[in-house]
């Protein structure tokens, strides 16, 4: 599927609105979810146009790739979610219910995040 350039997370990596940033580097940014799900809940985005998991999996360089998941490890570090604990989550397609088509790890902690999906879907 063709990237959409459009979407709301390239809008903030271009800065044409704004973010509540933790982090940036040469390959990813970081920020909080608008519509946070667990006490700390932020997303990381690669630099790069990737529409999802499977594009940035596929097409990505070694370099990107390492880049995006140091970035991942470094904001979790970085909120001090490590020792107690962390989970990440990256939504592709239709199933998964992605909704922003650029590809992204979410971050949730600061809580006992519960079992690792809610049960049935609604
Ligand atoms: P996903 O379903 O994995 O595609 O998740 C998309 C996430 O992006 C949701 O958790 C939204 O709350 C979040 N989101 C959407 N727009 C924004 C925004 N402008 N700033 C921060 N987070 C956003």
Request: a negative charge; aromatic letters at 10%; proline letters at 6%.
């Amino acid at each position: 599927m063709a990237y959409d350039s459009n979407n709301i997370f390239a809008k903030i990596l271009r800065g044409e609105i704004p973010c509540s940033k933790v982090h940036e580097d040469e390959y990813a940014l970081a920020f909080h979810d608008i519509n946070p799900q667990a006490p700390v809940h932020v997303l990381v985005i690669p630099k790069g146009a990737y529409g999802s998991m499977d594009d940035f999996s596929a097409n990505a360089s070694e370099a990107e790739i390492a880049g995006f998941f140091r970035a991942v490890g470094a904001v979790a570090r970085a909120l001090a979610l490590t020792a107690a604990g962390y989970r990440i989550l990256a939504n592709h397609g239709a199933n998964a219910r992605q909704e922003v088509p650029h590809f992204h790890v979410h971050i949730f902690g600061q809580a006992d995040l519960g079992p690792m999906l809610a049960g049935k879907p609604a």
